[in-house]
Each structure stands twice: as structure tokens, then as C-alpha cells.
């Protein structure tokens, strides 16, 4: 559809509370309109609490706007927008996004892009829109994926493409935290961090972050442990850390994980996802596979003098700018987008016929 870079991308997204898919919007929307793209995130419902990317959208001056109230319809405002005011791409993230932008595809044939972050099967209701989302993929222009893992879970062609973010301007972390970062659920296992912490009494452990596990965890919660629950400004709260202990049971490739390393903090992170793509053992973080790997990791780091540690702490930094920055990723998305061409048109003719 398309022989050049677009000059008008929708980025579609449905948010409440502020998660790694809110995140990867974010730093979308930053490195999109630093290409010089005109780029305008449609927040698909708006409830009656205002979710905190609205906030970070405003601190950047991106554009957004909602398609409809909490008990709308946002299908028909999609298909108006686009009808009346076409933008060149609609780029759509988290299953009720993506559900909604491929039918505004089927119906107005313009050109959609979903990408899938989720690398752990839901329960209840959502597990149904999850399969919907990812058996429907052959809609969509094209399918991008942030992990291998993620991309298996899609019956269709996909593409990897790397999470990323902005580390042009990012303070490098002076801090000596050893902490947790990200939603108390059952897919982080955030009960494995208590455990660490209770193995390792003499250390102080830090919690940041909230979810449905969040007073279970705060209950058995060793002495050494400190929490502090959902925060509204990562970035003051990063220099404050050393080490951040990844301990998930699903990941894809976790902004977190981005975040840390590109100020220099020392991940330890148990094998999920691609953080072993991420993560070169011992180079540039450390990759574990039990508690007992991880006490023995914690204690090892522990025993490193200051040049051992800068040296893990430089590689991690330039790790990220290589291959996780906006840098390196946005110009490589940019390249997808022109590549969406009337072929793909003509297969989607093919698969709905």
C-alpha cells in the first residue's frame, strides 16, 4: 500500500493501569515523532479513572484522544476516523486494540500492524479475546512480536522486533537496592523474591509495584523487605537501585529489564522469554534457574570489587544502545511499515475470500 515512510501512524491501545504495554507505547510514540512521523495514540475507552499514560503523553507532548466512553462504542468511532481522517497506519497493542483495529481493517482495508507482548496464556474471559487476537492474526498487515516465545504462540508469519526505549537522556543509577520492579502477579512470581530474601537475612530487599497478589505479599513478607508499592515515577526510583532481580514464570522481554540495564543496574533474571537473548551470563547481568542459582549469583556480585562491577554495569548500558534503543529499533519498524505494500493487501483479499 505503501512505497515510502508514513506520515501518519495511529498507535491504538486500551489503558487503565500503567503496564509494560502501556510502556512500550510510550517510548513508541517518543521514537515515532522523533523520526519525524506524525503519530497519534487512540486510547480505545476512557474510564472513569484516568490511566497514568495520559499523564506521560502530556509530559511529551504526544497527541492522543479517546474513542469512546467506558460504555461506548469504539468500533464506530475507529471507522469514522478513519473514513474522515485517514492515517496511514494503525498500530495496535494488547488484544482488545488489536481485536478492534483488525476489524476496522476487514471493513476500510487500511493498512494494520499488531504487535503481541503477551507471552503467558490468560484465564477466564480473556483467555477467549487472547485466542480471538491471536487466531485472527492473518488479518492484520503484518504481526510483530517482542519475543520467539510469543511469536510460537501465533498460527501465523510473524516478525521480532525488539522492545526498546529512549536512553538519549537517562541518569545512569548510583544506587545500591537490591529490588523487585512490576506487577504482583502470579506470572512475575514475586513470591520467589520473598524467598530470596528470606535465604539472604543480613540483605535489604525493595518492592516496587502493585496487583492482585499485592496483600498476600505484603503479609508474608520477611522483615527485610520494604515496600513501596505502585509508583507514578519509575525514573526518580531506578537511581535508587543496584540489582533488580527478575524472578517471572512468563515474560516476553521485559521494559524493566530495558529500563535497568540502560542506567546501569545488575539484572538477575531467571530464564524466561528472551532474557537469555537479552542477557549474556555474566557480561552484562547474570541468567539463573533456581533459588539456590540466584542466592549464589547475589553472593558472587557481592564479593565483586568496583571495577568487576562497572565492567558488567558498561556492557549492560551498551547493550541497549546497540540493540534496545529507539536508535537502533525505531528505524527497523519504520523499514515494516514502508514494506507493507499492495501485496499484502491482495493476501488479506485472499484470505477473507
Not at 78 to 101: C, E, F, Q, T, W
Not at 228 to 243: L, P
Request: hydrophobic share 40%; aromatic share 8%.
Amino acid at each position: 500500500m505503501h512505497s515510502s515512510t508514513p506520515t501518519k501512524v495511529w498507535l491504538l491501545i486500551d489503558s487503565l493501569t500503567y503496564g509494560g504495554i502501556d510502556a512500550y507505547v510510550l517510548e513508541l510514540a517518543k521514537g515515532l515523532k522523533q523520526h519525524k512521523v506524525s503519530v497519534e495514540v487512540l486510547i480505545v475507552r476512557q474510564y472513569s479513572a484516568v490511566s497514568p499514560l495520559i499523564s506521560k503523553l502530556e509530559h511529551n507532548k504526544i497527541k492522543f484522544s479517546y474513542l469512546s466512553s467506558s460504555n461506548g462504542f469504539p468500533l464506530r468511532t475507529l471507522l469514522k476516523r478513519v473514513n474522515h481522517r485517514r492515517g496511514d497506519v494503525i498500530h495496535a497493542h494488547g488484544y482488545k486494540a488489536s481485536i478492534l483495529a483488525k476489524c476496522a481493517r476487514i471493513f476500510t482495508g487500511i493498512t494494520q500492524v499488531s504487535t503481541y507482548h503477551a507471552g503467558e496464556t490468560p484465564q477466564g474471559r480473556v483467555k477467549i479475546y487472547d485466542f480471538l487476537d491471536r487466531y485472527t492474526a492473518f488479518i492484520s498487515s503484518s504481526a510483530l512480536v517482542v519475543s520467539e516465545k510469543v511469536g510460537n504462540k501465533i498460527p501465523t508469519s510473524t516478525r521480532k522486533l525488539n522492545n526498546f526505549i529512549d536512553n538519549d537522556q537517562l541518569s545512569l543509577s548510583t544506587g545500591e537496592q537490591i529490588a523487585f520492579v512490576g506487577r504482583l502477579s502470579y506470572e512475575k512470581a514475586p513470591e520467589r523474591f520473598l524467598q530470596c530474601a528470606k535465604s539472604n537475612p543480613t540483605l535489604n530487599f525493595h518492592i516496587y509495584g502493585s496487583g492482585p497478589l499485592e496483600s498476600e505479599i505484603i503479609e508474608k513478607a520477611p522483615a527485610n523487605i520494604t515496600y513501596h508499592g505502585y509508583q507514578t515515577n519509575m525514573a526518580e526510583v531506578w537511581n535508587h537501585i543496584q540489582i533488580l532481580i527478575i524472578c517471572s514464570r512468563y515474560e516476553g522481554l521485559p521494559m524493566a529489564a530495558l529500563e535497568a540495564m540502560a542506567r546501569g543496574c545488575i539484572i538477575i533474571a531467571y530464564n524466561v522469554g528472551d532474557l537469555s537473548k537479552l542477557i549474556d551470563d555474566g557480561k552484562n547481568g547474570f541468567i539463573v534457574d533456581s533459588l539456590d542459582s540466584l542466592n549464589q549469583t547475589l553472593a558472587h556480585i557481592s564479593q565483586l570489587n568496583n571495577h568487576d562491577k562497572a565492567v558488567i554495569k558498561n556492557n549492560a548500558i551498551a547493550t541497549i544502545q546497540r540493540d534496545f534503543s529507539t536508535f537502533s529499533v525505531i528505524p527497523k519498524l519504520l523499514d515494516i511499515y514502508s514494506g507493507i505494500d499492495a501485496q499484502s493487501d491482495s493476501q488479506f483479499d485472499k484470505n477473507l475470500s
